[in-house]
Structures are given as C-alpha cells and as structure tokens.
C-alpha cells in the first residue's frame, strides 16, 4: 500500500521556471517531511525537511508547502537551473515510531536551456 | 561530505557467488538501513536496523541477509548471487527525528 504518493512522475521545466512537485500522505501519524535530491550514480541527499507545525520552510532556492488539513505537502524549485536536473523523491516518517520513512515514487526532473 | 561509505561501487559476480556488500558510517547514528533501487526508479526497504544486534526485514522481500555488530557496520549478504539480484543497492544511517544520509551505492551485476 502506497502511503505517499508523488505526482508528476516527470516534470520539464524552462531555466528560469519554478517546479512544482507534490506529494500527499495518508497517515496522520507522520511528523517529518523531507525531500531528498539524487543525481544519476549517487545515492539520494537529503534537500530539504518539514515538521507539521510550520506550513512553509525555505532553504535557498528550495521552499516545501505544507497543509497538514489536506495531508499534502510540496516542492518548489525557484529560478530553476540546469543543474537541479535530477530525480526528486518526497518522504515521511513518524519519529516516535523508529524514523522509517516511507519514500514517494520519485519525480524526474529535467530543466531546459 | 557523506561519512557513510559503501564498498564496492561497482560489483560483477557470476551466478551462485556469496558476495557482502559493505557499509560503514562514521556519524555514530544508531539505525541503519538498506534499500534496494532499480536506475531512477523507486526506493524498497529490503533490511533495517535499531541498533547493535537489532535487524529487521524491509518492504521489500529479499533473500539477502544482514548483521549489525558494531553501531558502524552493517553489511549485506547474498549466499548465492542470481541474475535478478543484479541492481543498485543504497545504504543509509539516521537518528532518531531526522533524516537519512545515503552512501553513494553498491552497483550490483550478476552474470
């Protein structure tokens, strides 16, 4: 059963754009929200995080949306460069529970010239 | 910098061969864990660990087999290495209320 779902699977963007990449959870329980960011051959590296008790985090060009009502929460990208082509996989986990995250699909990203 | 190391990067074993795949990290996190990945494709939990002595089996069914003896070790076994074994296999460690820290991966081939 797929606790987070990850939509779109793909995603081109013009340099310049902001992507947006969503993700929406079933189990309330969650309480850690990270986005992780993975180049071909490496192992994916932790982005950017989110606890529900904030509903916007910014880091850089990088800024996750939360609405804990909708049990949603996204990616988005500001000024997109070529070199944030990648795959990007959305994540939760309930802390008191073991920190096992439960991983999205992942969405391919690839921004254009 | 990651401080958790995978060995080898790239790995070409024949069918029927035992292999271990290494991970070590040096950021004394207390769980770890395995994940099975396929080039650009989703992420299974095939083994994870709590802690020294503490192993548990992922999402994802493996015949693989793993050992936690030291907080910082937390290697991978295939007793007998089969054709659909062959993928990337990715290593993590993390603390309690945080997020993972990936090693770089073992790229697995069996012939």
């Known amino acids: 059963q797929q606790q987070v779902k990850q939509s779109p699977q793909s995603l081109i963007v013009q340099k310049g754009g902001i992507p947006i990449i969503n993700c929406a959870y079933e189990?309330?329980?969650?309480?850690?929200f990270p986005w992780y960011q993975q180049f071909p051959g490496k192992g994916p590296a932790l982005l950017i995080a989110?606890?529900?008790?904030?509903s916007e985090k910014k880091e850089g060009r990088f800024t996750i949306s939360f609405n804990k009502s909708a049990k949603q929460f996204s990616l988005h990208i500001m000024d997109s460069q070529p070199g944030d082509s990648a795959t990007y996989f959305c994540?939760?986990?309930?802390?008191?529970?073991?920190?096992?995250?439960?991983f999205g699909t992942g969405t391919q990203l690839k921004v254009e010239l | 910098e990651a401080d958790i190391y995978q060995t080898p990067r790239y790995l070409v074993i024949g069918t029927g061969k035992k292999i271990t795949l290494e991970c070590s990290q040096t950021?004394?996190?207390?769980?770890m864990y395995w994940y099975q990945q396929d080039p650009g494709m989703e992420l299974h939990l095939i083994h994870y660990?709590?802690?020294?002595?503490?192993?548990e089996k992922g999402d994802l069914s493996s015949e693989s087999t793993v050992s936690r003896i030291r907080t910082e070790h937390f290697p991978l076994t295939l007793e007998s290495a089969r054709p659909s074994h062959t993928s990337q296999y990715l290593c993590?460690?993390?603390?309690?209320?945080?997020?993972?820290?990936f090693g770089s991966g073992t790229r697995l081939t069996v012939v």
């Open positions: 993590a460690s993390s603390r309690t209320g945080y997020g993972y820290t």
């Open positions: 189990n309330t329980a969650f309480d850690y």
């Open positions: 989110i606890r529900p008790d904030v």
């Open positions: 994540a939760a986990t309930f802390t008191g529970g073991g920190n096992k995250l439960t």
């Open positions: 950021m004394g996190h207390d769980k």
């Open positions: 660990s709590y802690g020294v002595n503490s192993t």
